[in-house]
């Protein structure tokens, strides 16, 4: 049985993913209580906004030695959506540098958008760069919906799981074990997001 | 590749979904909340809610739109939020930061300013920090007026001295991050976009602009992706009346050649 804890440290977007979740997830909490962490057996963590004032609201408002304990020790499978993703970098660069989690190692950077404008926003292909279970069953290059202006630049190109384009080839999703990140959003992203959160949960 | 998107616009009158003719004849087509789900199956890229609702109009013809549906738009945003995964932009009586904060924190992903940007421009300014610009939308009403064409401010019934182009300039210095351009005109005369405004329009601004007004055959979606900048067709009346609408426009898009989203057609 599958018990989602959607990490809840006053994130904006936090609705729209529980209402994906909950459409196909057997338990699903949005919470920061140790209690709950304990129980859960997938973890995902949204963000909308700057990456500092997300990083600062984290260490904030989330049990740090305890979510480290489930995701680095554990293993239970997490995922990291937009700016929930980009957290899990060593470091962003929007409004002057600030470190993130560390847990993939990388930096966020603004968007070589060339001429395009910034946000990116809108729906756009995503390319899977190896076998995942987490992109599995999505067809090629399936649409996704994206607004963001910064990207992921890994450290080491085995953690790239997709890349879109805008301007430039940018990371769209990423791997470490059992820590996946995505820059899009699968909660506004229609079947293709739900397939994706489906397959997030039949990761053990 | 960044695909262009087809949106349907509901327009939301005391709680009905209804549709509208030159801003000025409303007729009621039935609950707002049924519709949505179809909308999102058949792959809608996004949807736009526009409360029109009118308190000092009441429209003699038509008693039941002047009897309020139990639906406020704020069960209903919460309500289309649970049936459908896709980003949906509100508007309509929106006056201050806790107006949007509120609909945003019910599930809206955007909200659309029209008159409060005319009112009080700096509002845009405040609201485009607040909330980021990817989350302010500016709907641009546009009619002619002698040979000119002027923005409208009040759901098109007070006129304004800005120019549709000079305005959308001023909005995005001003951090809106998506214009939402409405000819009143063309408003439901089925006889296709206002091509020559369009294109005035995205010439001007670098922002996305979404077309809306006189769509009457799927033809002219693919007119103004064809013929102008614009990143977005968006319609009213024609998604509603016949079945599987959207996944009709968005086919014949794509056997035109035009870069859209098609439904996805995989098993979940």
């Not at chain 1, 599958?2 to 919470?31: M, P, R, T, W």
């Not at chain 1, 060593?90 to 993939?104: D, Q, S, V």
Request: aromatic residues 8%; contains cysteine; glycine residues 8%.
């Amino acid at each position: 049985m599958s018990y989602v804890c959607i990490l809840d440290y006053g994130s904006g977007n936090v609705k729209s993913v529980y209402n994906l979740f909950s459409s196909i997830a057997e338990h699903v909490v949005i919470s920061n209580d140790p209690t709950e962490i304990r129980q859960a057996t997938h973890f995902v963590l949204p963000g909308v906004g700057a990456f500092s004032a997300a990083m600062r609201k984290i260490r904030e408002r989330l049990p740090m030695d305890l979510l480290e304990k489930v995701v680095l020790n554990d293993k239970k499978p997490f995922l990291g959506i937009c700016v929930g993703m980009q957290v899990l970098a060593t470091r962003g660069m929007e409004f002057g540098e600030c470190p993130g989690l560390g847990w993939i190692e990388g930096n966020v950077e603004i968007i070589n958008s060339k001429q395009l404008p910034l946000p990116h926003i809108g729906w756009n292909n995503v390319s899977g760069k190896k076998d995942s279970p987490l992109l599995t069953g999505l067809g090629n290059d399936p649409d996704f919906y994206f607004v963001h202006s910064y990207a992921y630049h890994l450290k080491n190109d085995q953690h790239l799981l997709a890349t879109t384009t805008y301007g430039e080839n940018f990371c769209s999703a990423v791997q470490r074990e059992n820590i996946y990140g995505v820059q899009f959003h699968p909660e506004k992203s229609q079947r293709t997001g739900i397939r994706l959160a489906k397959n997030f949960l039949a990761l053990l | 590749m960044k695909k262009k998107r087809l949106i349907p616009i509901l327009l939301l009158r005391n709680g009905w979904l209804v549709q509208s003719k030159q801003f000025s004849r409303y007729q009621n087509l039935g609950n707002p909340i049924s519709s949505v789900k179809r909308l999102s199956e058949w792959a809608s890229d996004e949807l736009i809610y526009l409360d029109i609702s009118n308190g000092d109009s009441y429209d003699m013809r038509r008693d039941d739109l002047a009897h309020p549906n139990r639906h406020s738009i704020f069960e209903i945003i919460e309500d289309v939020a649970k049936v459908a995964y896709m980003p949906i932009t509100v508007g309509g009586h929106i006056r201050n930061l806790q107006d949007i904060e509120k609909r945003l924190s019910l599930g809206a992903d955007k909200v659309a300013l029209n008159t409060m940007a005319i009112d009080d421009p700096q509002f845009v300014e405040t609201a485009a920090k607040e909330f980021g610009s990817q989350c302010i939308v500016i709907s641009i009403d546009v009619k002619l007026q002698g040979e000119s064409q002027f923005v409208m401010a009040r759901g098109g019934k007070q006129l304004t001295a800005y120019a549709p182009e000079d305005w959308a300039k001023t909005v995005e210095q001003l951090g809106a991050g998506e214009i939402l351009l409405n000819s009143i005109d063309r408003d439901g005369m089925k006889n296709g976009y206002d091509i020559e405004l369009l294109n005035r329009v995205t010439d001007s601004v670098r922002i996305p602009v979404i077309a809306c007004g006189g769509v009457g055959e799927w033809r002219h979606f693919a007119e103004a992706l064809d013929k102008t900048g614009v990143d977005a067709v968006a319609a009213a009346n024609i998604f509603h009346y016949s079945d599987q609408s959207v996944f009709l426009a968005k086919k014949y898009l794509s056997e035109q050649g035009l870069n859209v989203r098609l439904p996805s057609l995989f098993e979940i």
